[in-house]
Nanobody
């Protein structure tokens, strides 16, 4: 299974980051699988942002829940992240990741995208 993130690399403050993860050689609807967004700000550790399960249930990091939205299009085998009202603190490398359930440790994720840099700046 391969994952590939796509989206704009530069977003202005107060706007929305919109990213898409395309899954190939696998299916978003594989039983018990969940599909996640994770980010890593410069000089900091990984932060789990949220996930959508194979049946479309969503879960979010409480610190981002008011701004983040994750959806999926099973017909295209894609899932997406929308993060509203962004600030420079949202600058990070954004990863999509997936596998069985929602792991508690980052090294338990089976599938990872290569990551995409998103910079929030005017």
């Amino acid at each position: 299974v391969q994952l590939q993130e796509s989206g704009p690399g530069l977003v202005k403050p107060s706007q929305t980051i919109s990213l898409t993860c395309t899954v190939s050689s696998g299916s978003l609807t594989t039983t018990d699988h969940a599909w996640n967004w994770i980010r890593q700000p410069p000089g900091k550790g990984l932060e789990w942002m949220g996930a959508i399960t194979y049946v479309g249930s969503t879960f979010y990091n409480p610190s981002l829940e008011s701004r983040a939205s994750i959806s999926m299009d099973a017909s295209k085998n894609q899932f997406s992240l929308h993060l509203t009202s962004v600030t420079p603190e949202d600058t990070a490398v954004y990863y999509c990741a997936g596998g069985n359930g929602i792991p508690t440790a980052f090294d338990e994720y089976i599938y990872w995208g290569q990551g995409t840099q998103v910079t929030v700046s005017s």
